[in-house]
Every structure is written in structure tokens, then in C-alpha cells.
């Protein structure tokens, strides 16, 4: 989520989206907590994003992901096909063709050659251990045109090779690893067989044909109760951050993380990491799943939820104030929950994002109820938009037998209603033809719609765009449940 200007925008932004912030609540523990514990529950909040990150690495590295199958180095792994619930994986989008590397920099450079792909929309991502993204490439930032990259780590083995003679753009990256995330538009195809062409002219081409193993980039599995801390330490060891994290480095040290390469704990440092982490987790998942009715209309933006990158503006990343966090702890807690509810999201200046908690009436979503949305046009979104639906707490795809999982702008039966407002009925099982409407099922417990605008309008989000409720419907009718409106 990302771009814009300066100060009076940056009050108006403020004010937009104030929710997510109010709901950022201090993790801090009671006064009477020992410092130890306070210390391990801290560390848990500012590694989180690394371990959760590295995991689901070691994830891709594995095949994990059916749709892509194992994930190898320093080349891409196309998915053929649109993500589905076997694809058990956070926030999920279901209106782009994924593709994804696993970079390994620490010998030299990797050049990157991008196809043209005549106008659609794509965004090639690029995240840091840390989940920072620290640079884009598509049609919002360097256009659609054929472009020549060449990513490097200036801490690599080889330094001879970071000057280009043939016309490549430098992209540095703030580590030896990264990630990159490539999302291409689907619309407008009569099937995905013309965008595989496409995905197979996005190149990576390692200068030095050498790299690690994923254990040497990860280093080893561990899945006994330590095995958060386990691999927070082997990854601060190799990818400890930028020069701003060094107090954090210090405390680290202090529970013995990080730098004493054995990896093993005494008993008592043992019992103050677990402590920490479980009071941690606790309240992480009261952010990630309990929201609060201050949302607005039952949505809440989560448009500045990936501000936290404070280091590195790369190509098509805004270094600007509306676009950064200024507060460092804060930047932490937000980088946390967008690891929980949404890894390797993008900034809101690239695809911007609502979540739905509650209906109209303020009452939390629920299979057992049917809700009806209408989103009348213009919507902001300059490439396409999109409405999916998750499962709680999990953020998982709903497994459905109609295999629907979301609508999409350009889906055939929205180009029906080009210029109308759009309604969406959320139920549990098939509404009645009667109702009208575009029907996502959900489960028949709780569920999360989230509104995915890309290459939104930034100047229409910041006048105060705001998504319609959903309105609860009366079981018997398609009607709204006037009974439940609050006078």
C-alpha cells in the first residue's frame, strides 16, 4: 500500500486512517513483569516479521505452495494457475497469476530482464529478510515497456560486477537475501495459457552461477518449543537489519540471540523467552483476530499497514512522510500484524486495502447471518479491484464446492454492470436467485472480506473514500433486517 504529497494530505491521511493505528495497542506487560520476560515479549514483536518470513521461505523452498511447486534459487517458479484453498496461505489474492524467487545475492548479483507485456498490469516485488519492500518494478512505477535490472548486495563476494556496461538499472538490496513476488493481471484474457508467455519472459540470470543451500540461507529446522527463537537467532546472525536495529541487536545478545552461534539456552534464559512469547502471541492475536468496533461502517483501512520500510527506497518505493512510519516502535508493531493478517503485502500506493470486521449495525460477520454490499462507482482503482473472503483466524481461502472465492472488476458478469453499482451477497449457503446480486459463500462461522484496490487513487482515498457496509439481511427475505438497525 503506498504514494502522494505532502502536508495537508498528510493530516487528512491521519485522520482516514486512524483505525489501524487505534487498534495498534501497546504489547507492553504489567509493571510488576520482569524485565527479562519484557524484554523476550519485546524481542518476539520486533522478530516476528523475520521468522514468520524465513518460515515461510523454507516453505516455498519445499513446495509448500502447490501451486508452484518447490521454489528453487536465483529463478522463478511460475504458478500456471490462480491460488486456491489448498494454497494454505495468508490473504491470499485470487484475481493475479503469481510467480516467485528466492534470491541469493551473497556471491554476486542476479540480473533481472522483463518482458513487455503491452500495457497490463503487473508489479514484480522486492522484499528483504525483514519483509521490508525495498523496490517495485510494474506498470505504476517503471511502465509496462522491456526493462534490463541488475540486483545487488553491496556486501556480496563478488564486487567487480556492480557497474553495468549494457544499460542496466541497479537495484540494491539491503541484505544477501531476498524475495521477489511477481503478480500479473488477469483480466481481460480468454484464458491463462497467453499469460504463462508472459511469466516466462521475467528472467533472472545470476552472474556467478554459485549459491547456497536453503538450510545455508535458513538455516536448520527445528520444530521443538524453541523453535521461534531458534530461528531468530540464525537469522539475526546473517541478516541482522539496518543500523537503527542495533539497541535491538544489544537486548538480543543479552538472552543470548544472535551472536553466541551454539544456539542453546539455560534453563532459566529458557523459561524467560517462552514467557515472553506466549503473553507475545496472545496479544498478537487479539490484534490480528479481535477487532475492535471502531472501525468505520464495519470496514478498517489497512491502506498504511506496510509503511514500516524506514531504510531502503528503492525504484518504485515513496520515501516520503505519509508513506513511512515515523515512530520506530510503532513501525515495529505494524510490520508484526502485516506478517500475521498479510506477508509480502504491498504498499498502498501499489494495491490498497480494506478489511471488513462487522456489519452496519456493528455486529461482528458471521456465516450464520447473510449481508448484502453494494459498491457504487467510480471505484479507486486505476488497474483493477477486487472483493475476497477468509476464513478467521486463519485468513485462509474458503474451501467451497462452487469453487468461488471472490469477484473481480473484470470478471465476465461485472462487465454486465460496467458503470452500475455493484452488490455482493456474503452467505453461507446459495441465496435465492430473487436477491440479485454476485454471491461469495463463506463458512458458517466467522469470516474477513477484504477490498483489494490496485494502483489505486490515492487523491480520491485521502478525500475520504470509504467502502459501502455490509447490511445484514433478513433470513427470510432478501431484504435488509431492519429489527437489527440500531435507532
Known amino acids: 500500500m503506498r504514494l502522494s ?13 486512524a483505525t489501524v493505528a487505534i487498534s495498534l495497542v501497546s504489547l507492553a506487560s504489567p509493571e510488576d513483569e520482569p524485565d527479562g520476560i519484557l524484554d523476550a515479549e519485546e524481542l518476539y514483536v520486533w522478530g516476528y516479521p523475520l521468522v514468520q518470513n524465513l518460515r515461510a521461505l523454507r516453505g516455498l523452498a519445499a513446495g509448500e505452495l502447490p501451486m508452484f511447486g518447490p521454489v528453487g534459487i536465483n529463478e522463478f517458479a511460475h504458478a500456471r494457475r490462480l ?21 541469493d545475492l ?23 529478510p525483514w ?9 505504476r512505477s517503471s511502465g509496462t515497456s522491456a526493462g534490463a535490472y541488475r540486483l545487488v548486495f553491496p556486501g556480496a563476494v563478488d564486487s567487480e560486477h556492480t557497474d553495468t ?34 511469466q516466462d519472459g521475467f528472467q533472472l540470470s545470476p552472474l556467478i552461477d554459485s549459491h547456497r543451500s536453503i538450510d545455508d540461507l535458513l538455516g536448520p529446522h527445528s520444530n521443538d518449543e524453541l523453535a521461534f527463537w531458534r530461528q531468530l537467532h540464525r537469522g539475526l ?15 538480543a545478545a543479552g538472552l543470548n540471540l544472535g551472536f553466541d552461534k551454539t544456539g542453546q539456552w539455560s534453563a532459566d534464559v529458557a523459561a524467560v523467552l517462552l514467557a515472553g512469547q506466549k503473553v507475545a502471541e496472545e496479544q498478537l492475536e487479539k490484534l490480528a483476530v479481535q477487532r475492535s468496533t471502531s472501525s468505520s461502517r464495519g470496514w478498517e483501512s489497512i491502506v498504511h499497514l506496510f509503511d514500516f520500510n524506514r531504510h531502503l527506497f528503492g525504484t518504485g518505493v515513496v520515501n516520503s512522510p505519509e508513506w513511512v512510519i515515523e515512530d520506530v516502535e510503532q513501525a515495529y508493531r505494524r510490520r508484526m500484524l502485516a506478517a500475521r493478517v498479510g506477508l ?56 467451497n464446492p462452487e469453487e468461488i472465492y471472490g469477484i473481480a472488476s473484470y470478471d465476465e458478469s461485472q462487465k454486465k454492470q460496467a458503470g452500475e453499482s455493484v452488490t455482493i451477497i456474503f452467505s453461507h449457503d446459495k441465496p435465492a436467485e430473487q436477491c440479485g446480486g454476485l454471491w461469495i459463500p463463506t463458512p458458517p462461522g466467522r469470516f474477513r472480506p477484504l477490498l483489494s484496490l490496485y494502483h489505486p487513487d490515492i487523491e480520491v482515498l485521502t478525500d475520504g473514500w470509504w467502502p459501502s457496509s455490509l447490511e445484514k439481511l433478513d433470513p427470510q427475505s432478501c431484504e435488509v433486517n431492519r429489527s437489527m438497525i440500531r435507532q
Open 5 to 17: 504529497s505532502v502536508q495537508s494530505v498528510v493530516s487528512r491521511l491521519l485522520l482516514l486512517f
Open 83 to 103: 491460488m486456491a484453498p489448498e494454497d494454505r496461505f495468508v490473504s491470499p489474492n485470487v484475481d493475479v497469476l503469481f510467480s516467485a524467487a528466492i534470491i
Open 106 to 128: 551473497a556471491n554476486g548479483p542476479v540480473d533481472i530482464d522483463l518482458p513487455d507485456t503491452r500495457g497490463r498490469y503487473y508489479v514484480l516485488q522486492f522484499l528483504d
Open 131 to 139: 519483509t521490508n519492500s525495498f523496490a517495485y518494478l510494474g506498470k
Open 165 to 198: 556496461e549494457d544499460g542496466r538499472t541497479v537495484i540494491y538490496s539491503p541484505a544477501s537475501l531476498a524475495l521477489l513476488v511477481l503478480r500479473i493481471s488477469i483480466a481481460d484474457v480468454e484464458g491463462l495459457a497467453e499469460l504463462h508467455v508472459l
Open 237 to 251: 546472525i546473517h541478516y541482522p537489519g539496518p543500523p537503527y536495529d542495533e539497541p535491538w541487536l544489544s537486548r
Open 344 to 399: 509480502w503485502g504491498n504498499h498502498g500506493y501499489e494495491a490498497a486495502f480494506f478489511q471488513a470486521w462487522r456489519d452496519k449495525d456493528g455486529q461482528p460477520l458471521s456465516g450464520s447471518s447473510r449481508y448484502r454490499v453494494v459498491l457504487n462507482p467510480p471505484m479507486p482503482a486505476k488497474a483493477f479491484w477486487s472483493v475476497t473472503n477468509y476464513t478467521v483466524p486463519d485468513f485462509f481461502l474458503y474451501e
